[in-house]
């Protein structure tokens, strides 16, 4: 993703602080999809690149690895309508500078992201989100397994391209491919929580965060949505983001 302001301030870290008597975490990405997918995973920064940062899914197919032994954070987001055109690689949404391996960059936006935490504590707390702060491309949701404590499945299910509103719509090839936030289809200060707006007490959902929030209330839709939506998960064994859940 570019990086701004909404994304700083909501990314969360996937971290690995792994004591030798816990077992291998696993990531697990999974394409429930009926059309490819792209997965695409940043580092934030002094962490390192996972899977060479993308790769493809066939429809209904899954890719699993493991995740860190140490210290990680990290972001990661779906690609859609991507091919190789006139020698370049190229995706409708979350495009990383036309490259199938990230390698590092973030990805263009409006695009659903999934932002991590993981074993963050000394008592392997992992956290996780589904952000549709940067707007919506395609149905997300996380699922951890085996955790303890608080681990709820969180995401966005809904196909909000449908009915996404006209102001907010990105169109390529003659559809819609993707929901812009209010920050990026108006550039305002309100909107983009920037200026006197950069603070929990003037940064409030608009009515184009409202859009994505009544259809997928387990997500933040604005920078300084509700804290409570990062979820601690203790000593989860795999963490599995699946796309069209």
């Given at each position: 993703m570019a990086p701004s302001y909404s994304l700083s301030t909501l990314t969360l870290s996937i971290i690995l602080l792994f004591p030798l008597s816990f077992a291998s975490m696993i990531l697990t990405v999974v394409n429930n999809c009926p059309f490819p997918v792209w997965p695409a995973i940043q580092p934030n920064a002094g962490h390192p690149v996972l899977e060479q940062g993308g790769f493809a899914l066939n429809p209904h197919s899954h890719r699993s690895f493991p995740a860190p032994t140490t210290h990680w954070s990290g972001r990661l987001w779906g690609r859609t309508g991507c091919a190789h055109r006139n020698g370049h690689f190229t995706c409708a949404t979350g495009d990383c500078g036309g490259k199938l391996e990230c390698n590092g960059l973030g990805g263009a936006t409006p695009a659903t992201l999934a932002q991590f935490s993981l074993h963050h504590s000394h008592t392997d707390q992992s956290s996780y989100a589904v952000s549709l702060v940067d707007g919506f491309n395609i149905p997300m949701t996380v699922t951890p397994h085996e955790g303890k404590g608080?681990?709820?499945?969180?995401?966005?299910?809904?196909?909000?391209?449908?009915?996404?509103?006209?102001?907010?719509?990105?169109?390529?090839?003659?559809?819609?491919?993707?929901?812009?936030?209010?920050?990026?289809?108006?550039?305002?200060?309100?909107?983009?929580?920037?200026?006197?707006?950069?603070?929990?007490?003037?940064?409030?959902?608009?009515?184009?965060?409202?859009?994505?929030?009544?259809?997928?209330?387990?997500?933040?839709?604005?920078?300084?949505?509700?804290?409570?939506?990062?979820?601690?998960?203790?000593?989860?064994?795999?963490?599995?983001?699946?796309?069209?859940?």
């Amino acid at each position: 993703m570019a990086p701004s302001y909404s994304l700083s301030t909501l990314t969360l870290s996937i971290i690995l602080l792994f004591p030798l008597s816990f077992a291998s975490m696993i990531l697990t990405v999974v394409n429930n999809c009926p059309f490819p997918v792209w997965p695409a995973i940043q580092p934030n920064a002094g962490h390192p690149v996972l899977e060479q940062g993308g790769f493809a899914l066939n429809p209904h197919s899954h890719r699993s690895f493991p995740a860190p032994t140490t210290h990680w954070s990290g972001r990661l987001w779906g690609r859609t309508g991507c091919a190789h055109r006139n020698g370049h690689f190229t995706c409708a949404t979350g495009d990383c500078g036309g490259k199938l391996e990230c390698n590092g960059l973030g990805g263009a936006t409006p695009a659903t992201l999934a932002q991590f935490s993981l074993h963050h504590s000394h008592t392997d707390q992992s956290s996780y989100a589904v952000s549709l702060v940067d707007g919506f491309n395609i149905p997300m949701t996380v699922t951890p397994h085996e955790g303890k404590g608080t681990c709820p499945v969180v995401g966005c299910k809904a196909d909000l391209l449908a009915t996404c509103p006209l102001s907010l719509q990105k169109h390529a090839e003659g559809r819609v491919v993707a929901c812009k936030s209010g920050c990026e289809a108006f550039n305002t200060d309100e909107f983009c929580c920037r200026g006197h707006f950069n603070n929990a007490q003037t940064c409030k959902g608009s009515k184009w965060s409202q859009f994505f929030k009544h259809a997928c209330p387990a997500t933040f839709t604005f920078a300084h949505d509700s804290p409570s939506l990062t979820h601690e998960c203790m000593s989860p064994r795999e963490l599995k983001v699946i796309f069209c859940h």
